[in-house]
């Protein structure tokens, strides 16, 4: 059987693990880190934004869609590092906290999706790569408890590291309708992947 093939089970039923016990570990790894993550009546605004809410504390707008499935949707982040723009992210339609609850099925959707995205980043501005970054609980520095992937466009020698360790100053608000012209590119460029992929 190949690695590819093996996935959902290495995923589903870690080494020497029955996977019966599964949903009592789910339930002992979610119990150790419930205090790391968002209290129980959270609201993610990007839930909130799937439900059509466009005000604040929402600050993603429709136009910042780059990819939509019934699971999984990619969009313009609302806040970009000067220098490092059509930063984007991948989020689960449904709001999951991390990846300790995150089921495997959509997990695997988001990374096909995350590849997709990093693709058109390169088209589309002509980036030297892309770093991913994927925060679980509030050690993490995750501040938005929905499980999201974060695309960012990098270029040899730039100082995305040193922006993104004082991200909190750095990070600002970008506004909607230039947004929209980085998702005008991406989509753009996404669709001619997905077309030739077909």
Known sequence: MSLIAQIPTLFSAPLGVDAAELP????????MTMLQFAPPDYQS????FLKGIEVAPVESRRGDV????????GMVCSRQIPGHEGH????SKTQYQSIFDLPVSIGQEVFVVTKLVSQALVKAYGCDGVIILQNNGQASDQTVFHYHVHVIPRWVGD???ILYAAHSETQKLMPADKRAEIA??????????????D
């Open 159 to 161: 100082t995305f590291l």
């Open 24 to 31: 009592a570990i789910h339930h002992d790894l979610m119990s």
């Open 66 to 73: 780059i990819y939509e499935s019934d699971t999984v949707l």
């Open 184 to 197: 005008a590119a991406l989509r753009l460029e996404i669709e001619k992947l997905r077309n030739d992929s």
């Open 88 to 91: 984007s992210l991948v989020i």
């Open 45 to 48: 605004p990007f839930d909130l």
